[in-house]
């Protein structure tokens, strides 16, 4: 069983920055991979990026303004959010993949992870 608990969500003005965390437990975190998602008001959860165990992918949407990365010490996974942008605006899930230890591969649905976090609210104001 693995726990993801979000932080760092709130309030930000259009162009600004916010930096997501999420700290799991498990004993084999390193070899995880590990997803952003988000859920608009009235949307479908979507894909924001994701983490294997030594690169990473991103959604059209957020490529060259979002930056996940991962602490293996820490057993935490971050996004680091930049020019901001009103319709960033959600709630923001942590994910983790713990079948497939060490993949190369990229998984950017949903239904491909295994544990979620409870979510934490974006909000970008314009």
């Known amino acids: 069983q693995v726990q993801l608990v979000e932080s760092g969500g709130g309030l930000v003005q259009a162009g600004g920055s916010l930096r997501l965390s999420c700290a799991a437990s498990?004993?084999?975190?390193?070899?995880?991979?590990m997803g952003w998602f988000r859920q608009a008001p009235g949307k479908e959860r979507e894909f924001v990026a994701t983490?294997?165990?030594?690169?990473?992918y991103y959604a059209d949407s957020v490529k060259g303004r979002f930056t996940i990365s991962r602490d293996n010490a820490k057993n935490t996974v971050y996004l680091q959010m930049n020019s901001l942008k009103p319709e960033d605006t959600a709630v923001y899930y942590c994910?983790?993949?713990?079948?497939?230890?060490?993949?190369?591969?990229?998984?950017?649905?949903?239904?491909?992870?295994?544990?979620w976090g409870q979510g934490t609210q974006v909000t970008v104001s314009s």
């Open positions: 994910a983790a993949k713990t079948a497939a230890s060490y993949s190369n591969n990229y998984y950017s649905g949903s239904r491909e992870y295994d544990y």
């Open positions: 498990g004993r084999t975190f390193s070899s995880y991979t």
């Open positions: 983490i294997n165990w030594r690169s990473t």
